[in-house]
């Protein structure tokens, strides 16, 4: 594999230029990245120093900078000592500024602002993490989205993925031999999603789960046949209660998401609409 040192520089906390590169890194399957983060880069003389520490390592420059003399500092450095550099953001900022007729603000990290929906994801995250796994079933009724799936089918991490979107979600597991919470069967007009995975799909990640736990014996966790059963009554309880279903075999916890956040807002319009 090809090595590349790759500098990412922010003038905030770093987390986008972090998702861009590593979206656009994952094209190149042969290339191994060498990441060097530079976060809350807010002065030039910051600045200054950094391009110190770029010259050990030199490589490609990527960055999120607001801010135009700590921007031009760090490019006049890289034309000088022949990097190759990308502003992330800066292009889309000015075209949008000159779509809308709008100057920027050119504050770094707003998107960061302690205001009322930074507080509602915490809010959304706590209310997540003591709803995991059918705990505190009575306050059903204060989840945005409510996840019900057999052992194994992601619902807490897509549940923390939500949560981290904002939206305050529970998730209730369906145990063979178990009823579910009264809560649940009370709970009309939430929005509930049931999570569907392939019996094989199924079948291995439950057993590579007692491979981890170290237990070896055979149980009806893994019979194909009782999983089987398992797939098709829990199918079957969605129709009945007329809940979405979402197949999460061949999808990732974000991809899976994205799809119950779809639903969720086409569910919003339509209760919108009949009120």
Known sequence: MKKVHLHLISDSTGDTLEQVAKASMVQFPDIEPIKHYWPMIRTAGHMKRLINEIEENPGIVMFTLVDHEIEQVLIEACR????????????????????????????????????????????????????????????????????????????????????????????????????????????????????????????????????????????????????KQEVKEARRLFNKMGWPIVDVTRRSIEETSVAIINLKNKYDQENQLNE
């Open 80 to 227: 000088k000592n022949k990097w190759p550099y990308l502003s992330v953001l800066q292009g889309i900022i000015r075209e949008l500024g000159r779509h809308l007729g709008e100057v920027p603000t050119e504050r770094p990290g707003l998107q960061h602002q302690m205001d009322d929906k930074y507080f509602e994801r915490i809010d959304a995250i706590q209310y997540t993490l003591v709803h995991d796994d059918g705990q505190i079933a009575d306050s059903l009724m204060d989840a945005d989205i409510i996840l019900v799936g057999v052992s194994r089918t992601s619902k807490t991490p897509t549940c923390i993925y939500l949560a981290n979107k904002g939206y305050r979600a529970a998730n209730i597991p369906i145990v063979p031999g178990c009823p579910l919470p009264a809560e649940l069967e009370n709970a009309r007009g939430k929005f509930v999603v049931g999570l569907i995975n392939s019996v094989d799909r199924l079948v291995q990640i439950r057993r590579n789960r007692l491979l981890m736990l170290q237990e070896n014996k055979t149980t009806d966790y893994i019979d194909e046949e009782l999983v």
